[in-house]
C-alpha cells in the first residue's frame, strides 16, 4: 500500500517555465489536496479536489493550475514559474479523520 | 475561518527529559478534530495523535499525550522521555466537520521546531 505518491521530489526551474507536479493516492479518497510549506508559515492550501471531476481555488492559488485527472491522480501545474514560488510542495487526501501526505516535492525557482 | 497558532517557533528538550508543545485555535464549531502532526528532516508528514472534540479524554499515543481545553480552546502536546528520533517540526492542526466547509476543512498552525539535546 502505497498512500500518497508524489513526482518529482526535487526540482529546479528557471524563471518562466513550466513543470507539472504529480500526485496518486491508491487509498480511494474522494478529495485531494495541494498545499504549499514556507518556513514560518505552516501548510497552505493552493487547491483541493472534493471529488473526481470537481477542482476549487485555496488560500494561494494564484500562479497554479490543477487537474483531477481520475479519483487516484491530481495534478499540479505552474505554467510560467516565478522565484516566488520556490517552495516545497505537498499532496494530501482525506482520510476518515485526517490527511494523508505524499513525501513532497522541493522546488526551487531562479 | 478557524486559525491556528503556535506561539512557540522553537523548543529544545533534553534527551529523556519531558517537553510540551502549545496550540491554541479559533472557532465557533462545536465539533471538530484536532491532530499533531510531525515532520523530520525527512520532510514526510507524520500523524502523531488525534482527538476529536466530543471527548472529554485526552488522547494519548505511547509516549505522546495531548492536554484538551475546549473552553480555552487549547491542545498542547507533551512528549514523554524524549528520544533524539523525536527532533522535529510539529504542526498543530484543525479539521471542520462542516460539509459546506469541507474544501478547506484542514487548517494548520505555523509549526514549533523542536531540538532534542543528547
Known amino acids: 500500500n502505497a498512500g500518497v505518491t508524489q513526482t518529482p521530489k526535487f526540482q529546479v526551474l528557471k524563471t518562466g517555465q513550466s513543470m507539472t507536479l504529480q500526485c496518486a493516492q491508491d487509498m480511494n479518497h474522494n478529495s485531494m489536496y495541494w498545499y504549499r510549506q514556507d518556513p514560518g508559515m505552516g501548510l497552505r492550501l493552493i487547491y483541493y479536489?472534493?471529488?473526481?471531476?470537481?477542482?476549487d481555488k485555496g488560500e494561494v492559488p494564484n500562479g497554479y493550475n490543477v487537474s483531477r485527472l481520475n479519483k487516484r491522480e491530481f495534478s499540479l501545474r505552474l505554467e510560467s514559474a516565478a522565484p516566488s514560488q520556490t517552495s516545497v510542495y505537498f499532496c494530501?487526501?482525506?482520510?476518515?479523520?485526517?490527511?494523508?501526505f505524499g513525501p513532497g516535492t522541493r522546488l526551487t525557482v531562479t | 475561518a478557524q486559525t491556528v497558532t503556535q506561539s512557540q517557533p522553537e523548543m529544545s528538550v533534553q534527551e529523556a527529559e519531558t517537553v510540551t508543545l502549545s496550540c491554541t485555535y479559533d472557532t465557533s464549531e462545536s465539533d471538530y478534530y484536532l491532530f499533531w502532526y510531525k515532520q523530520p528532516p525527512s520532510r514526510q508528514m507524520i500523524l502523531v495523535i488525534r482527538?476529536?472534540?466530543?471527548?472529554?479524554q485526552n488522547a494519548t499515543e505511547n509516549r505522546f499525550s495531548v492536554n484538551f481545553q475546549k473552553a480555552a480552546k487549547s491542545f498542547s502536546l507533551k512528549i514523554s522521555d524524549s528520544q533524539l528520533g523525536d527532533a522535529a517540526m510539529y504542526f498543530c492542526a484543525y479539521r471542520s466537520l462542516l460539509r459546506d466547509n469541507y474544501g478547506q476543512n484542514f487548517v494548520f498552525g505555523p509549526g514549533t521546531r523542536l531540538s532534542v539535546l543528547p
Open positions: 482527538q476529536e472534540a466530543y471527548k472529554q
Open positions: 479536489s472534493a471529488s473526481e471531476g470537481t477542482t
Open positions: 494530501a487526501s482525506d482520510g476518515t479523520y485526517e490527511q494523508y
